[in-house]
């Protein structure tokens, strides 16, 4: 304890030397806040675009309000999906005719082994054609080829029997429908534009202005949009899946119908469409809810 | 020779360079965000599997909040020569004249540059004249829909798809919105012989294979 007493005591006896102020700032806090500022701004400049689901509503007609104007829809084929607020879905098969007996109405919900089961059951064909056709393109098995003119503008694309032809909104296609079809499996360029009228008619076009076509491998950028296009075709040609009437009552909310339009899109259902509930439906409900 | 360590010195780098270039990056990414514009009322979209983009011009966005109240967002059209919510605004002064509202140069050119709007017609002014966003929010009270005799809704998206029939529109309303009030507004499009809607949702992906169908899968 002496000794350090004395040492003090001789430093202060000693030279008095300014303290020397570190001109060496420490940058690593401000990096630090750069670092976050940045990923931060690089962040919600990709957040500003909302995806949406496109739905289309049959014409609205306002003079005939007969029942009997409606398109006659096969009954075996009908499912009606009555909507009725939070996780009250109900289903039932067929018509409801008030003439004569009441199909059963069956309670559900939107859980994986809901509705969801259902409609797989009753689409099972169209569903698993959808998807095996889906998996056939991304792993390869079928190849997409795309025509495109000189300047190197897509005009159509074949995909084995489907032609599609480019719409005029950048990265659609369309499917062309197929006129007679081809007897083989492997059928070339020319077999398909002399069964296909529509598809000579645009290499006629093509011809008559003297542009070369060129064909080349579809790009990953556009498998999508054309295999989408197929679906479409696939649904529109389809003639046993269900047809879902979707009914909604008082208490359903937005998030309700939502969810089942994208069941819809889930389960590959081929035709559906929102319509109005009628009041044989509002008491099958009421019967059901006891 | 007995060998000499050298004494081994922390190494300090310098961070000058990286600072540089971070403020660089940030100045630029600063610089080309482009923030939203401040969105009438809170909306909690529900999810869907649908990835498709919402078309970010020349689009009529509809929202509808949980208690139903609706407002209306319109793009000025597909360029800049395109002044279409100035020509809205002066449409609709001139069908409902006994709001006697007259709109100065100013008031139309802030009123192409806003948001969503929803108010009554008597005091759509007093929210293009605010001068600050917590005051202009007060106006936003949802445009009159409801009752048929003051149905200004109506009329706004007449004169919108009148002075720009090729607009996409989309209907952004929250989960919670009761399904018919939603069904209003599908009902007044219709009338506007619109049959396409983009229902805005967040995106939440569903794996579904072909093992998820039931095994005993009959009729």
Known sequence: ?290 | MPKIKAPVKNPHIDMTPMVDLFSLLLTFFMLTTSFRPQEAAVVDSPSSVSEKQAPDKNIMTILIDSSGRVFLNMDNGKDTTRHVRAEMLQDMAGKFKNYNLKFTRKELTDFSKLGSFGSHLDTIKRWIDASTGAQRQKFQTGMPLYDTVNNEFKYWIYFALTRNPDADVAIKADGNTDYKKVKKIIDILQDNKVNKFNLVTNLQKQEVTLKDIPKDAGK
């Open chain 1, 1 to 290: 304890m002496a000794e350090i007493i004395q040492d003090e005591k001789g430093k202060k006896g000693g030279k008095r030397r300014p303290k020397k102020h570190s001109t060496r700032i420490d940058m690593t806090p401000m990096v630090d806040l750069m670092c976050l500022l940045i990923t931060f701004f690089m962040l919600t400049t990709a957040f500003s675009k909302p995806k949406v689901m496109v739905i289309t509503m049959p014409e609205k007609n306002k003079e005939n309000k007969k029942d009997d104007n409606q398109v006659k829809i096969p009954e075996f084929r009908t499912v009606n999906v009555i909507l009725s607020g939070k996780d009250q879905i109900y289903y039932y098969n067929g018509l409801a005719d008030p003439k004569k007996p009441l199909p059963n109405i069956v309670k559900s919900n939107f859980s994986k082994d809901g509705i969801r089961k259902v409609l797989l059951a009753r689409n099972k064909d169209l569903f698993t054609r959808i998807v095996n056709y889906r998996d056939s393109i991304i792993t390869g098995k079928s190849k997409i080829f795309i025509y495109t003119d000189e300047t190197k503008k897509p005009v159509f694309a074949r995909e084995g029997k489907k032609v599609f032809k480019s719409t005029d909104e950048g990265g659609s296609w369309s499917q062309i429908p197929a006129g007679n079809p081809p007897p083989a499996e492997d059928v070339s360029m020319a077999q398909i534009i002399s069964m296909n009228a529509q598809l000579s008619e645009l290499v006629v076009q093509i011809d008559k202005e003297k542009k070369k076509i060129l064909k080349r491998e579809a790009l990953p950028s556009e498998v999508n949009g054309i295999v989408d296009a197929a679906t479409k075709g696939m649904k529109r040609e389809d003639h046993k899946g269900p047809i879902v009437l979707i009914k909604a009552d008082e208490k359903a909310k937005y998030r309700d119908v939502v969810n089942i339009i994208d069941e819809m899109a889930i389960c590959n259902i081929a035709s559906y469409a929102i319509v109005d509930i009628s009041p044989i439906e509002m008491q099958m409900l009421n019967n059901a809810a006891k």
